[in-house]
């Protein structure tokens, strides 16, 4: 093992106590004991100094530093000062490992570029994705400002993708197909889809109402793509689930023909609407897809729908696809 490889987590604290150690990281606490009088004290001398460049290391400690991880890989000097630089730390110090690179070339495709799937595109690309594509039919308007954060007054009356399209890629090194279409039906989104494939759809559109969720499955379940979905009510934002296998695929379309049994004799689409619900949807969806299309961590919403409190920020309960 290389020790020029590795260096100090930086996300942990350690506390000597007369007989053992304690290393606090965000989310859990070890205890470290050694046997060794040698070793302990070449532990605190690495700690002192705050790095471990030293070749007399020996391995018994090192299995042990990386075991705790209280050492971690280093980051490729070809990330210092970009803008994959701290995303490379985060990933590092929370996960051990980054991942291949050619997870950040994969395609996401954004039906909705409103006050949820604008603010997922920002967050997926800060975090280094590169490959987008987006769709949406709608202007910008005034009344867009209050929560669609990525736009401002100059690009009233522009197309809306044309203008979020721009605007990220004027933040970040991104590549943004972007489609001005208003998907009705199938044939449109998978028309899209089959000209330039992608990796995940994210449907963070709700129009045409009781009819977009099941559009996006089916084509999800045609082209044996991921798909996954959010939605913001009054004061009840809803994230997930996120479908991968042909089953759970079906489960919900069945699960979303069941729902509109009945005669709907009246339904509005929901204008009253604010940046404080669309936001907290949009980085919990955001970081659900990262774990998602990286492999790291645990995907919470993995056939799974999440209703999230707006106020609160509460996961108030979830249902299984």
């Known amino acids: 093992m290389d020790c020029k490889a590795l260096e100090l987590n930086e996300?942990?604290?350690?506390?000597?106590?007369?007989?053992?150690?304690?290393?606090?990281?965000?989310?859990?606490?070890?205890?470290?004991?050694?046997?060794?009088?040698?070793?302990?004290?070449?532990?605190?001398?690495?700690?002192?100094?705050?790095s471990i460049e030293s070749d007399s290391i020996s391995e018994g400690l090192l299995k042990v530093l990386c075991d705790y991880r209280i050492v971690v890989p280093m980051v490729d000097l070809k990330y210092k000062n970009t803008t994959f630089d701290r995303t490379a730390k985060f990933i590092r110090s929370a996960y051990g490992q980054l991942p291949d690179e050619s997870v950040w070339s994969k395609r996401i495709l954004i039906l909705g570029a409103g006050g949820v799937g604008q603010i997922v595109l920002q967050h997926l690309a800060a975090a280094g994705f590169k490959e987008f594509t987006i769709i949406d039919c709608d202007t910008v308007c005034p009344t867009n400002l209050n929560r669609q954060l990525l736009l401002s007054y100059?690009?009233?009356?522009?197309?809306?993708?044309?203008?979020?399209?721009?605007?990220?890629?004027?933040?970040?090194?991104?590549?943004?197909?972007?489609?001005?279409?208003?998907?009705?039906?199938?044939?449109?989104?998978?028309?899209?889809?089959?000209?330039?494939?992608?990796?995940?759809?994210?449907?963070?559109?709700?129009?045409?109402?009781?009819?977009?969720?099941?559009?996006?499955?089916?084509?999800?379940?045609?082209?044996?793509?991921?798909?996954?979905?959010?939605?913001?009510?009054?004061?009840?934002?809803?994230?997930?689930?996120?479908?991968?296998?042909?089953?759970?695929?079906?489960?919900?379309?069945?699960?979303?023909?069941?729902?509109?049994?009945?005669?709907t004799i009246y339904q509005s689409r929901l204008a009253a609407s604010i940046s404080f619900t669309n936001t907290m949807t949009s980085v919990l969806l955001g970081f659900e897809i990262f774990k998602f299309l990286t492999g790291l961590g645990s995907c919470e919403i993995l056939d799974r729908e999440l209703f999230v409190c707006g106020e609160s920020g509460k996961n108030i309960y979830c249902r299984k696809v």
């Open 154 to 263: 100059r690009e009233v009356g522009q197309r809306k993708v044309t203008a979020v399209k721009d605007r990220v890629q004027s933040l970040l090194p991104v590549n943004i197909v972007a489609h001005d279409i208003e998907i009705k039906s199938v044939s449109d989104l998978d028309g899209i889809v089959a000209a330039t494939p992608v990796n995940l759809i994210v449907c963070a559109a709700d129009y045409p109402i009781n009819m977009i969720n099941r559009i996006v499955a089916t084509v999800a379940l045609k082209r044996s793509v991921p798909c996954c979905f959010a939605s913001v009510g009054l004061q009840i934002a809803s994230v997930g689930p996120m479908l991968v296998s042909e089953d759970s695929k079906q489960r919900y379309l069945s699960w979303k023909r069941d729902e509109n049994d009945g005669q």
């Open 11 to 50: 996300a942990m604290t350690v506390r000597k106590f007369e007989s053992h150690y304690i290393i606090v990281f965000e989310n859990s606490v070890k205890k470290l004991t050694f046997q060794s009088k040698v070793m302990q004290q070449e532990f605190e001398r690495i700690v002192a100094q705050g």
